[in-house]
């Protein structure tokens, strides 16, 4: 009399916790990627306006002509880095507001981010017109 094997009656949970750390891997990796791209300057929007926080935020100002300016002051981009970090270390800016003249090259929109990024500022924004 010939046995035949027996059925397995448990679940086999190995394939599934594979897959899952495969998938759990992927989003690790794509994760980081997806939040820091650079967001485009749009001339107008549809979303609502920002509120008003207690601390006004600093707003930096691109023209179309690449000048960079503080409280309508000009600073060169190779000052923006310490002048925002000594803002940040003394207190005064808790938060950054990028404007940017929708001709303003891109490069140097990108590089005012990346400084403000370096400098340690997380909340910043890029402000754009309603869109009416």
């Known amino acids: 009399m010939k046995l035949r094997p027996r059925l397995q009656e448990e679940i086999n949970v190995i394939p599934?916790?594979?897959?899952?750390l495969?998938?759990?891997?992927?989003?690790?990796i794509t994760a980081p990627l997806l939040?820091?791209?650079?967001?485009?300057?749009?001339?107008?929007?549809?979303d609502s306006p920002i509120t008003?926080?207690?601390?006004k935020p600093l707003k930096i100002t691109i023209t179309e002509k690449g000048e960079i300016k503080i409280n309508g002051q000009v600073i060169p981009?190779?000052?923006l880095s310490r002048w925002l970090?000594?803002?940040?270390?003394?207190?005064?800016?808790?938060?950054?507001?990028?404007?940017?003249?929708?001709r303003?090259?891109?490069?140097?929109?990108?590089?005012?981010?990346?400084?403000?990024?370096?400098a340690g500022f997380t909340h910043i924004g890029l402000?754009?017109?309603p869109d009416n």
């Open 22 to 28: 495969v998938i759990l891997i992927i989003f690790m």
């Open 85 to 102: 970090a000594e803002a940040k270390r003394n207190k005064l800016v808790e938060e950054v507001q990028i404007e940017a003249d929708r």
């Open 35 to 46: 939040t820091s791209g650079l967001e485009v300057e749009l001339p107008k929007t549809k």
């Open 127 to 129: 402000l754009t017109l």
């Open 77 to 79: 981009l190779e000052r």
């Open 16 to 20: 599934l916790v594979d897959i899952v």
């Open 104 to 118: 303003a090259l891109y490069e140097i929109v990108a590089k005012v981010l990346s400084e403000v990024k370096r």
């Open 52 to 55: 008003q926080k207690e601390n």
